[in-house]
């Protein structure tokens, strides 16, 4: 299901491939420079797609719930996150910054933006 989060941004399903959840999670995540795990019905999921939206980023956003094997990658996620409930899940540049209440504490303490710049995904 295709969505608008930016001009350039794709939402897509985490598929293509069977085997490890958390190699399939590595390989999506490295993808692209901002990489969400989302659920479309989630609020925190939907305003960390706006907070990097509204700065200019398209990120890629995987929609877990409309993914047949999205389940197994959202265990996979909970796992490497250490919490029950892991989604959003933000990866910038292929490494793991982690879900809403990480993101927003480099959001706030001013270490996003040149994450976003070294990824290739903020210019200015």
């Known amino acids: 299901m295709m969505q608008a989060w930016g001009t350039a ?3 897509q399903q985490a598929r293509g491939g069977g085997g490890d959840p958390l190699e399939r999670v590595e390989r999506l995540a490295s993808r692209s420079a901002v990489v969400i795990f989302s659920d479309s019905s989630c609020c925190m999921c939907h305003a960390v797609k706006s907070l990097f939206c509204g700065m ?3 990120p890629t956003v995987y929609e877990l719930d409309e993914d047949p094997r999205g389940k197994e990658i959202e265990r996979a996620l909970a796992r490497l ?3 029950p409930q892991p989604l959003p899940a933000v990866f910038i540049g292929g490494k793991l910054v982690g879900p809403m209440d990480r ?3 480099s959001h706030i303490n001013g270490s996003l933006v040149p994450l976003l710049k070294e990824a290739g995904a903020l210019w200015l």
């Open 81 to 83: 996150l250490g919490t």
């Open 103 to 105: 993101v927003m504490a």
């Open 9 to 11: 941004a794709c939402v």
């Open 56 to 58: 200019g980023v398209s």
